[in-house]
């Protein structure tokens, strides 16, 4: 019997080696094989495809009351479910279009949403992309690239998670969806293992003189080390008067912040060097630096429950 197996096993392994001898090219979770059963047109290539599921890929499902807290991805419904809802914080509050705000990442990123099923099964109320990055050898960038270059930070064998589009529906902004959106993140930092998490966070307003204080603040109290710092594009980057330290009322200004970039905050987040100005999101945007290890200091006894 010992035998039997054995010789099945070398006959798998055989055959899954001659299938990769005839791949094109592999691409992600997908390999692509040339059709042998018909002749390829000198203009057209046929494939075929096998979806390779990766068991090390993380996984994020868990429920607070009624309340569903999971990653999906691909062509998932909840991704359009939550793209509305970004489109709706980002572009038209209070609105109920079925617009949406997309891009090229959304197709290559993990989504972690908040469901309230009390309501229905797709009605999303929080969300957060994820796109995690331990290969920088490549020309691939992310999208807090398209505002800062993050060459410092990239500099290493480090693993970053980039955190970005986060929102939270209007009538859910008491803290407990962005609490559950931390705890998502958190279980995905201990599984994935992430060093830093980026991302750009953002000011409703696109004249940097009227949040010179808050920028200023930002600029002498929480400003990322040197060595892993970010820098805002020079074409896109804001220009504002800075403001002296000692003119700073800093539990003013602190008050005064976004509250996303107070909770990043709060958790110990650095900021980098400058702040863009966002002509598409009618926004002025930092970027966020933080190590992993100090949201998992304060969420993981949360995560481990996942």
Request: a positive charge; proline letters at 3%; one cysteine or more.
């Amino acid at each position: 019997m010992l035998s039997r197996l054995t010789t099945s096993k070398k006959k798998s392994k055989s055959r899954f080696r001659n299938i990769l001898s005839k791949a094109t090219f592999i691409a992600k979770n997908v390999i692509y094989i040339k059709s042998f059963t018909q002749k390829i047109n000198n203009n057209i290539s046929k494939s075929k495809s096998i979806f390779i599921d990766y068991p090390l890929k993380p996984k994020v499902n868990f429920w607070v009351d009624k309340i569903n807290v999971k990653i999906v991805k691909g062509r998932d419904p909840l991704i359009r479910e939550a793209q509305k809802l970004r489109f709706q914080n980002f572009f038209e509050e209070n609105n109920n279009s079925n617009k949406v705000d997309s891009d090229m990442f959304d197709n290559i990123c993990d989504h972690l949403v908040v469901i309230d099923t009390n309501i229905s099964e797709n009605f999303v109320v929080g969300t957060y992309r994820l796109l995690l990055t331990e290969d920088f050898s490549t020309n691939y960038k992310m999208y807090t690239e398209t505002e800062f270059n993050l060459s410092n930070l990239k500099k290493g064998n480090r693993k970053i998670l980039e955190a970005g589009r986060s929102c939270v529906h209007p009538n859910y902004r008491d803290g407990r969806i962005i609490r559950l959106l931390w705890r998502g993140l958190a279980s995905y930092i201990s599984q994935t293992k992430a060093d830093y998490i980026i991302g750009c966070a953002s000011f409703n307003e696109v004249n940097p003189q009227k949040i010179k204080n808050e920028l200023s603040f930002l600029h002498h109290f929480h400003k990322a080390p040197k060595e892993i710092t970010a820098t805002a594009i020079e074409s896109k980057a804001a220009i504002w008067d800075m403001v002296k330290i000692e003119k700073i009322n800093v539990r003013s200004v602190f008050k005064s912040l976004p509250p996303l970039i107070k909770a990043y905050l709060r958790v110990g987040s650095w900021i980098g060097d400058g702040a863009v100005v966002d002509e598409e999101f009618k926004t002025i945007d930092v970027c966020i630096i933080l190590e992993t290890k100090k949201i998992l200091a304060k969420y993981i006894n949360m995560a481990s429950k996942n």
